[in-house]
């Protein structure tokens, strides 16, 4: 059965000595910079700098967050398409990665890859996938490594709720529960896939439940509230590093914009009065008010996070734009993997 992960007496505590109060600063910063990030991606887009297919993150950054700042270093993190966030949340720099959506040398996947192929296997980043549902058998993979060499790191792998009606998404499920993997799933269910809704295309719209058919624990969590992703994330991390298998995480979010660059804001799918209620639960505006409820946070320490913010952002850019494109001869390397000496 599914559980609902609500903010706990514990959570709604007013005061510093509340759970994780002292991350509450660094995460505001994260998920800011992931904000800003995608705003200033945008633009560049619409400016033609940025070319092929491009998906924001904007409005989903509590995910994001909560979730990787749970996980050790050395933890996988395997996500899709839309892993901007993801990659900067992980430790990618915003130099690198915006290198790479501008296809640059300095990218971090050499500018080969683009939006939708971020890596860096230094920080455990094990790429975003385009082809829907393909990375979830990967991310379950890399659970399997991590058991089969008896460490005790797991592997969280991000995909939308379509990928849920994906066959992949079923074998590697059943796989890891079978095999007692060390790994967590997020479904990161923003109520689309593309245009269609969630309920179009699901016959069961609470999608934790499918855990069930596993034998897995499925919890479904607020994504907009980065302390509730957090703690459920936290949860499924000691669930796995204790060899007690997988966990389904069914996280509800909303992204504020079009599928891609390609699709408006609110496309012929999306009511403007849906959007606007979205913006009630802004992830970034609920963490600031926890913290100024917490007198954690006042105007000025905004204001200055903000300009911090900005300055990466717009020093990636330059960055980026900078940058020289790859040499012709790239296109042979990094086709196999090298033999082994």
Known sequence: MATTTAPTSRSRRRGPDAPFAEHYREWLRSMLLIRRFEEKVGEAYSLGQIGGFCHLYIGQEAVAVGTISALRPDDYVVSAYREHGQALARGLSARSVMAELFGKATGCSKGKGGSMHLFDASLHFMGGHGIVGSQIPLGAGFAFAAKYRQTDQVSITYFGEAAANIGSFHEGLNLAALWNLPAIFVI??????????????????????????????????????????????????????????????????????????????????????????????????????????MSLLDDAQLAALEAEVQAVVADALQFAQDSPEPEPGELWTDVYAPEAS
């Open 188 to 293: 990161e269910n923003n109520g689309y896939g593309m245009g269609t809704a969630v309920q179009r295309a699901a016959a069961i719209t609470d999608l934790s439940l499918r855990a069930a058919s596993y034998g897995i624990p499925g919890i479904e969590v607020d994504g907009q509230d980065v302390v509730a992703v957090r703690e459920a994330t936290e949860a499924a991390v000691a669930r796995a590093r204790a060899g007690d298998g997988p966990s389904l995480l069914e996280i509800r979010t909303f992204r504020y914009v079009g599928h891609s660059m390609s699709d408006a804001a609110s496309g012929t799918y999306r009511t403007k009065e849906e959007l606007d209620l979205s913006r009630l639960r802004d992830p970034i505006i609920l963490l600031e008010t926890r913290m100024r409820d």
